[in-house]
């Protein structure tokens, strides 16, 4: 009786679980989605990674250094 109520717990455990990024049951079922799209479409090709790169760009520098300093004691020079 108590095996069967472990194996319960444990299977409504992990249902729960597996909405919650990072647990091992959601990395699952992401795999598993993978997995679909792979046997569905065939392997990928490409892969596209894209970064503004905000601290090489001056414009953008600029406006992040008015934000971080908008929030901060007037006191504080930025």
């Known amino acids: ?3 069967v109520f472990n194996e319960e717990f444990e299977s409504n455990l992990s249902t729960m679980l597996a909405p ?3 647990t091992n049951q959601y990395w699952f079922h992401v795999k ?3 997995k679909a799209m ?3 479409y065939g392997s990928p ?4 990674t894209l970064s503004c ?3 090489d760009s001056a414009d953008i520098a600029q406006f992040l250094k008015k934000k971080r ?3 901060r ?3 504080i020079l930025c």
């Open 38 to 40: 792979i046997a569905e």
């Open 45 to 48: 090709t490409l892969f596209l």
């Open 32 to 34: 598993g989605e993978v």
């Open 73 to 75: 004691s007037r006191a």
């Open 69 to 71: 300093c908008s929030w």
């Open 1 to 3: 009786k108590i095996n």
């Open 20 to 22: 919650i990024r990072g």
């Open 53 to 55: 790169a905000e601290y």
